[in-house]
T-cell receptor
C-alpha cells in the first residue's frame, strides 16, 4: 500500500496554463506539506496544513493555492504557470509530535 | 533562523570504502530534531533517521551510523563498506518545536554520493 501518493507523476504544460497536483496519504497523519525541489536539488517548504488548516505559507506567490478537503488530502493548484515553476513538487505528511515526515514520490512539473 | 550546511557537494568513493557525510546546523531553539533523508536516482525521498536534541547517543543501523555532537552542532552520517546501491543524494534536515501542530523541515543542499564498483 502506498503511504503518500501524488498524481500525476509527470506534468508538462505551456506557460500561462493552470494545473493541479493531488496528494493523498493513508497513514492517518494530521499534517500535510508541499515542498519544492529546484533544478539544483534544493528542497524548500511551501505550505503545511494541520487538520485542514493552513499553518505555514512560506512566501509563495499567490498563484499557488493549496487546498485540503480533508486530513488525508492536500492538493496544489497553480495558476498562470511560469518557466520558473518547473521543479519537482513533493507532498509529505507527518503526525504531530512525531516529526518525521514521509514523502510522496514527487511530481515533476515542466513548464515550456 | 534555522540553517543546515552540508559542505560536501559531491563525494566519490570506491565500493567497500567507508564514507562520512558532514552536516552542521544552526538553531537558537533548545528543542529540535535532526534528520537524514536519502534520495536515490529514482527520485523519491527516503527517511533514514530522526534524532532529538536531548539524545546525543550515537546510533548504528547496519552499515549506517550517525554521530550527533551538540558541542559542534554537527550530525554526521557514516556509511561503512559502501555499496553501489548507496549512490544517492543525502539530505540532512532540521526541524524545531511545532508551531500550531506543524513542523517545518529545513534542508541542507544535499551531498551527492557516488559509489563506484
Amino acid at each position: 500500500d502506498t503511504a503518500v501518493s501524488q498524481t500525476p507523476k509527470y506534468l508538462v504544460t505551456q506557460m500561462g496554463n493552470d494545473k493541479s497536483i493531488k496528494c493523498e496519504q493513508n497513514l492517518g497523519h494530521d499534517t500535510m506539506y508541499w515542498y519544492k525541489q529546484d533544478s539544483k536539488k534544493f528542497l524548500k517548504i511551501m505550505f503545511s496544513y494541520n487538520n485542514k488548516e493552513l499553518i505555514i505559507n512560506e512566501t509563495v506567490p499567490n498563484r499557488f493555492s493549496p487546498k485540503s478537503p480533508d486530513k488525508a488530502h492536500l492538493n496544489l493548484h497553480i495558476n498562470s504557470l511560469e518557466l520558473g515553476d518547473s521543479a519537482v513538487y513533493f507532498c509529505a505528511s507527518s503526525q504531530f509530535h512525531y516529526n518525521e515526515q514521509f514523502f510522496g514520490p514527487g511530481t515533476r512539473l515542466t513548464v515550456l | 533562523a534555522q540553517k543546515v550546511t552540508q559542505a560536501q557537494t559531491e563525494i566519490s568513493v570506491v565500493e567497500k570504502e567507508d564514507v562520512t557525510l558532514d552536516c552542521v546546523y544552526e538553531t537558537r531553539d533548545t528543542t529540535y530534531y535532526l534528520f537524514w533523508y536519502k534520495q536515490p536516482p529514482s527520485g523519491e525521498l527516503v527517511f533514514l533517521i530522526r534524532r532529538n536534541s536531548f539524545d546525543e547517543q550515537n546510533e548504528i543501523s547496519g552499515r549506517y551510523s550517525w554521530n550527533f555532537q551538540k558541542s559542534t552542532s554537527s550530525f554526521n552520517f557514516t556509511i561503512t563498506a559502501s555499496q553501489v546501491v548507496d549512490s544517492a543524494v543525502y539530505f540532512c534536515a532540521l526541524s524545531t518545536t511545532p508551531q500550531g501542530g506543524s513542523e517545518k523541515l529545513v534542508f541542507g543542499k544535499g551531498t551527492k554520493l557516488t559509489v563506484n564498483p
